[in-house]
């Protein structure tokens, strides 16, 4: 092969692999803005569970210590509305369960994104139609390694909502015209924005969210 054809080929490879990146790829780094500081809980504040664990902040990263059941942190600085999307660094340092689901603006509700619930495996949206993230359409497993961080990223529209764990997806379900909602009981503390964990210790780091363009029609 010539040198020429040698360039086309490999000019051609890097486009097409640029083309088949996930939503958002190209422009990963545009407009995110940051919600911790790496050094305090400014902005935030300890979720009022009972039976809570501790909340610290070290090592640039916000620890949930394990709670009976849960612990978590909510937002009292700005919180992302409309089409958004979130992204952070979370590890389960400690436990069997949830570690960093969060609680977000949806639809004119709340929803949570469940990071590894019901026995450690489980990652959903809690709820749809009244359906858990073990019940509905959006549940699937995902074996989260002790100690180790994983990137997490959530795209929230009016129409879908769009999720991935190390850039790989994990959940893309339409929500339009569907009820969108909190499970019942003390995770609605964690509204409008918060995590939490359950019965696990927790570590979350760089929380950012970047506003999105409304869809097209």
């Given at each position: 092969?010539?040198?020429t054809r040698?360039?086309?080929?490999?000019?051609?490879?890097?486009?097409?692999?640029?083309?088949?990146?996930?939503?958002?790829?190209?422009?990963?780094?545009?407009?995110w803005?940051?919600?911790?500081?790496?050094?305090?809980?400014?902005?935030?504040?300890?979720t009022p569970f009972h039976g809570r664990g501790a909340v610290r902040v070290r090592d640039a990263m916000i620890v949930l210590e394990r709670g009976a059941p849960l612990?978590?942190?909510?937002?009292?600085?700005?919180?992302?509305?409309?089409?958004?999307?979130v992204r952070f660094e979370a590890a389960r340092l400690e436990g069997n369960?949830?570690?960093a689901s969060l609680t977000f603006p949806a639809g004119g509700a709340h929803c949570t994104w469940v990071t590894g619930g019901w026995g450690g495996d489980i990652?959903?949206?809690?709820?749809?139609?009244?359906?858990?993230?073990?019940?509905?359409?959006?549940?699937?497993?995902?074996?989260?390694?002790?100690?180790?961080?994983?990137?997490?990223?959530?795209q929230v529209t009016g129409q879908r909502i769009r999720a991935w764990i190390?850039?790989?997806?994990?959940i893309d379900v339409q929500v339009a015209g569907?009820?969108?909602?909190?499970?019942?009981?003390?995770?609605?503390?964690?509204?409008p924005f918060g995590f939490a964990s359950y019965a696990t210790t927790g570590g979350i780091r760089k929380i950012e969210y970047r506003e999105l363009p409304p869809p097209r029609p």
């Amino acid at each position: 092969m010539t040198r020429t054809r040698l360039l086309g080929a490999l000019l051609g490879s890097l486009f097409l692999s640029a083309a088949g990146q996930t939503p958002g790829a190209g422009a990963r780094d545009e407009g995110w803005r940051s919600l911790f500081d790496g050094k305090s809980l400014d902005g935030w504040r300890e979720t009022p569970f009972h039976g809570r664990g501790a909340v610290r902040v070290r090592d640039a990263m916000i620890v949930l210590e394990r709670g009976a059941p849960l612990t978590g942190i909510t937002r009292t600085g700005a919180v992302p509305q409309g089409n958004y999307e979130v992204r952070f660094e979370a590890a389960r340092l400690e436990g069997n369960d949830f570690f960093a689901s969060l609680t977000f603006p949806a639809g004119g509700a709340h929803c949570t994104w469940v990071t590894g619930g019901w026995g450690g495996d489980i990652v959903g949206l809690s709820s749809l139609d009244g359906w858990d993230a073990s019940d509905n359409e959006t549940r699937t497993y995902f074996e989260f390694e002790p100690g180790r961080w994983y990137t997490f990223r959530i795209q929230v529209t009016g129409q879908r909502i769009r999720a991935w764990i190390d850039e790989r997806p994990v959940i893309d379900v339409q929500v339009a015209g569907r009820s969108i909602s909190l499970r019942p009981g003390e995770i609605e503390r964690s509204a409008p924005f918060g995590f939490a964990s359950y019965a696990t210790t927790g570590g979350i780091r760089k929380i950012e969210y970047r506003e999105l363009p409304p869809p097209r029609p």
